[in-house]
């Protein structure tokens, strides 16, 4: 049974103050991209063998590629992109913005026609909840991160086995829930995701809320409630992170005491986004508010 290899790595966006964003928005396409090939290549692989219950299988490393980008989604959500981008472009549609906004405007037009084609926000949320059930999600993300993270100072038997045992917990986890319903939620959220930033960052469009930052923007929509733009933009950074880690899990599924060597580049980025996102943890989740968006006059 044959490896599964994730995508290719996009070429390096060039650097504007959201570059990281968008680099993990081209990873998480690319990896969708690369999902329904690799499941299928799984099934075929899999054929008639009979493997004893519980066993990973490329089925399993294949759902996990579509996992990761649907957690980055899921954390962009409760960041408040994707209701931000509800809220403008409502606004927009009843003629409450009157500054000209250039191409934006044609942009949000496109987005608010859509409307009713994409998940709202309670399906959305359906969906997340159902894959990254809480508490247990935080409980074994939490324990494979750790895991990760201890191989930092090199690895002995005792942790590999660790690391081992935390992989696959995780990854059962997520496979038996990362259904092809939410692999396909998880490409279309990822692509409105994608629409929605092309005029959320345009300058014209913070100038008329008066905010001088997407962050900034997001904060003032008061799609999360008491969310400052520094912290909206950590929720972001965490959403990076465990997608990374999550891509990392899906290739490494099946491996049998794993030990990371952190003088190899790609072991030193898997257990940096670990450490992040275990850093990254909030102490309580933010809670829903109505919205406000001033505009400036």
Known sequence: MG???????????????HAALLQALAVSQAALAGHARALALALSELGDIDLPPGAPNAQDRAQLQAAAPLYFANELEAAGLLPTADLVAGLFASGAITQPLGPAAQQINAYWRGRRERLDANERGAIFARVFEAPHFERLMGAYCEALVAQADGADMREGVTLETCGQSLGEFLAQRTDPMAAMAAREIVDNLNLALKFLRDRLLLTAFGVNSLWSLVAVAGAVQAASAGGIQARVDRGRAGQAVLLWLANHYQETMPQLEPGRAEHAEVIAAAQRWLSARP???????APALPIAV
């Open 283 to 289: 102490a309580a989740a933010p809670s829903p508010a």
């Open 3 to 17: 490896r599964t290899v994730l995508p290719p790595r996009p070429r390096p966006l060039p650097h504007n103050g």
